[in-house]
Nanobody, 130 residues
Framework: QVQLVESGGGLVQAGGSLRLSCTTS????????MGWFRQAPGKDPEFVAG????????YYADSVKGRFTISRDNAKNTVYLQMNSLKPEDTAVYYC???????????????????????WGKGTLVTVSS
């Protein structure tokens, strides 16, 4: 059974930091592009950050560029999202997702934001208070 399990969400004050983790099981995702997406209440899902299987190519949404960092450890089957300088508008459920696409084009991430990736976790809630 394929599983992606997110952890690390919670309540934090504006300006604070959180580190999300996504642990995968049930298959090998080392050859998959991995990404983080989020969905705020009443809004469509949006792309946050994506990383190719090798980690050589990374993309960020403009809204998080310079504040968030995505990374992966294929030996641990885990992908991370370090979130710094958090803002109230970052409040959302954050989802980890995996897809066999290369992930080397930015547009591919945005096209798959609306639950188009092959595998999705159940999400972890991040709440940023002002």
């Amino acid at each position: 059974q394929v599983q992606l399990v997110e952890s690390g969400g919670g309540l934090v004050q504006a300006g604070g930091s959180l580190r999300l983790s996504c642990t995968t099981s049930g298959r090998t995702f080392s050859s998959y592009a991995m990404g983080w997406f989020r969905q705020a209440p009443g809004k469509d899902p949006e792309f946050v950050a994506g990383i190719t299987w090798s980690g050589r190519t990374i993309y960020y949404a403009d809204s998080v560029k310079g504040r968030f960092t995505i990374s992966r450890d294929n030996a641990k089957n885990t992908v991370y999202l370090q979130m710094n300088s958090l803002k109230p508008e970052d409040t959302a459920v954050y989802y980890c997702a995996a897809d066999p696409m290369s992930g080397r084009s930015a547009s591919s991430w945005y096209l798959k934001a609306n639950y188009g990736m092959e595998y999705w976790g159940k999400g972890t809630l991040v709440t940023v208070s002002s």
